[in-house]
């Protein structure tokens, strides 16, 4: 059992790595009547074809949505200079962060009976690769992370404004940059535009500790940036990590029948994550500053795509940078990963006040992902797109619920006005309308629909039962499962299949029957999150969860930019409550070279905490410098070592630590999602089960 003093986690702030999983493929017929369903290349023995109702609809996408306009592929292809000849990019550790061939076959064929024909589009708009001018003296590398780094030419040296998600990719852009461009000058400041970690976990790929403490190197970022990097996902990190698994799925090959691109960019590189922290600041809502000769004007934005994000403006160069406010489609008001629901209105607000402010005479807008827009007349067109994009979401579905539509109703009901559904630069490459919309009602109005049944509502597992056995057992709902999938009625076909495979997690014929209504819901999505999570669902429930799938997003860097509280809080999220039943203890930490202290009370099953306070008669008091107290928050050494040797005082009873300890949980993100899947390899993990304080802790599965 884990104790306190073995400390050591993962932290959630993005998964950094696609693993593949290798299956046969061949020849597979589903025994239904609709022949579309017999598929060739399959990367799933089970996995089945898009039947002749998804084909349908896609062709009524091909048919519908605006393909004339290719104003995109040329404004994409503008400025090319020279391309990435690296096409896989090795990291430090041995294995790929970056594999460009795993995505030729997205243009192998024009379409694909299986991806939307949108999602197919963006997927080719995303296979560029390379080095590109923005304009003299403004580059990017582009393709080579989920966002692009960009290079801005300042009086000594170069600018790095956003520094993608490993320190590899970024390493391997600086030097094809360098190669064609940089003629040997240094990097001389770095600039996140974002607390989100495809945008800083690449600085120790450009720079090091050194050039930052001597003065070489600044880092600038947006008020609130380290706080928000930490506190925005660490505390449910955890399942933020195993939700990714079916936003961003990482479980799927990438494949015309799997994983096809994921609208911002490709894929999360897998490499070494890192952070330098700023040295500077942006405090101000509108603040100019001379950045190595280049005059920039920052605008904060916080609590729009992120709480801690701002835009810049180049006067001299009539530039606009959008950092994430902008991208080529509708980002997340609600992420599929797990965030704090974001604001549709504020978001607009802010890029109305971008138009105003710099949109007028701006000449050339770029960001942190996708490729930038030329022309004043072009950037006003897309921001006012944009901005009308979320206001309208915002305003559209509050005026529906002021009329008693609900949380569970809206995705049904809003609709996204005619006059954008025909523009690209609003579809739903990211985030999609019908996520967002249940967003909106849920930071105004919570989760309840105001049905009282749904205040306190049973476990599905509990109510499953009820369900089957009122429609008349398994077989009547097979039967009818098998019938509705053969209409191409496939949310009809989840509705009673999930509530069997609820009831009977042990039935792998419902599961599989679950599984073909899913993919071929998949396979109808523009989105790439929706798409990715019913193929995921679909694949755990044909194929459980495989035992390798574990991800290591844990950085030394982070970890150390946690606060000590930060640190408490989380140990108190990982520590079973139940166990410490009875339990009253009063502690106090103490850490000399920052002159912090904190009271630690645990008491009613819950541990709590307060900065600035010391309890008067603590049952024990730890003394830990916090350079220190962060070796053993990387599990690098253990505090009873630290104790041992001197490096830790203690006053009182430190047999407290192990007694707490034994409640510690460390979590592992392979919890099951879809009902009767496990951990290939071990015995079925069912939710009751998880709840159990018997069975936890769930660590270190075979």
Known sequence: MKTINKFQYILSFFISASMLISCSSGDYSSGSDDANLEVSGHFDPKGKGPSSHTIKILDEARRTLPFSDTRDFEENEKGFIAAMMERQIKANAGHIAWDMDAFNFIDEQEEYSSVHPSLHRIAKLNQNYGLYEVIPGI?????????????????????????????????????????????????????????????????????????VASGRVQVIAPDGFMDHLVAENVFAGNAMNRRLFYQYGLLLPRSPYGYVTQGLGHLISQGSVGLIAPTKLITKPIEEVMVDGVRMIFQLTPDTEAPAEMNTYFPDMKALWMAENIMHGMHNIYTLRGAPVRDALNWSKYINEALYLFGQEAEVMFASHHWPRWGNERIQEILRAQRDAYAHLNNQVLHHANQGVTINQIHNVYEVPHSLQKSWYTRDYHGSHQNNSRAVIQRYLGYWDNNPTTLFPLSPEESAPLYVEMMGGSKKIMAKGKELIRDGKYKHATEILNRLVQAEPGNQEAKDLLADAFEQIGYQQENPGLRNSFLAGAYELRNDIPASAIPNSSSPDVIRVMTTGQFLDFLAIRMDGRKTQGMKYGINLITPDNGEKYAIELSNETLTNIKGYVLPNPDLEITINRKDLEIVMMGQKTLVDMIKDGTTKTQGDPSILAKIGEAMVTFDPRFPIMPGTKLRGSETISKADAYSAEKLPRNNPE
Do not use: C, M
Request: glycine share 14%; proline share 1%; charged share 20%.
């Open 139 to 211: 580059y990017q590398v582009r393709g080579i992370d989920l966002a692009q780094i960009t290079f801005i030419r300042g009086k000594k040296g170069w600018i790095a404004y956003d520094v993608l998600v490993s320190a590899e990719t970024a390493a391997a852009s600086w030097r094809l940059f360098q190669e064609h461009i940089g003629g040997g000058l240094p990097i001389t400041t770095v600039i996140y535009s974002h607390n989100h970690g495809d945008h800083w976990g690449g600085v120790r790929g450009l720079i090091t500790d050194e050039d």
